[in-house]
């Protein structure tokens, strides 16, 4: 695993990836229900409750924290990010660039890997009730190091997913590159999350998973984070 300038790994990267709320652009299957602009909002609600997260989880200085967008510029977005109180350095905002989304999301992993990251995890903007407890455990999976007990490629690398409902997951983790993982995956469908482990075995990861969660698709899956204290405020802004 590459290393950063010093010779010691630096902590775990939490990059949350977020489509720019634009209407007809982002939660098109929400929208179908509850319309563009409506589905756009709830968009930037989810991606502002995350980052909410993200920045308690960074200032308690348990991981650096990135957010990897798509749809705008870094301008556009740290524009909207003030609007609402985010004051979003721009070191911090990557372009998630071009390709289907596992390309994506290996290319973000490698290049977390590559600034000495001891370990990258990915979260999206989809889940209304992750909390920072949930992502707290992500990172204990994957930010401890070895001692240099074991250095190397025999060192067994570390996977950490958080399961969706409907077979995707919600968080991906890693402390190494595994280009596999994201490799042909029939990405939208219910066979995500159970091909991911079966490539972890066959490459030999130690797994864990997190507790299930709910993507934000529908109109039903409104409800718990409406529900949800201190939640029902920000889903408000649609």
Not at 56 to 84: E, I, K, M, S
Not at 174 to 197: E, I, K, N
Request: proline share 7%.
């Amino acid at each position: 695993m590459a290393m950063s300038r010093q010779g010691v790994h630096r902590p775990p990267l939490l990059v949350q990836l977020s489509r720019y709320p634009t209407p007809g652009r982002c939660k098109r299957r929400l929208a179908v229900e509850i319309g563009a602009v409506q589905a756009a909002r709830t968009q930037l609600a989810l991606s502002l409750h995350n980052l909410s997260l993200l920045h308690q989880l960074r200032a308690r200085g348990h991981c650096a924290v990135v957010l990897a967008t798509t749809g705008a510029g870094p301008r556009a977005w740290r524009r909207l990010l003030l609007r609402h109180g985010f004051d979003w350095p721009p070191s911090r905002c990557w372009d998630q660039g071009r390709g289907g989304l596992g390309t994506r999301m290996a290319r973000l992993i490698r290049r977390g890997l590559a600034r000495g990251h001891r370990a990258v995890l990915l979260i999206g903007s989809d889940c209304p009730c992750l909390s920072v407890s949930e992502l707290e455990q992500a990172l204990q999976s994957l930010g401890q190091s070895d001692g240099g007990s074991c250095p190397g490629p025999a060192r067994r690398g570390r996977l950490v997913l958080g399961p969706a409902v409907d077979g995707g997951y919600w968080l991906i983790g890693l402390d190494r590159d595994v280009p596999q993982l994201f490799c042909g995956m029939p990405w939208g469908s219910d066979q995500v999350r159970a091909l991911t482990c079966a490539t972890a075995r066959q490459t030999g990861l130690q797994l864990r998973l997190l507790r299930f969660q709910r993507d934000l698709d529908r109109r039903q899956d409104l409800g718990p984070w409406l529900a949800a204290p201190g939640q029902g405020p920000a889903l408000r802004l649609c």
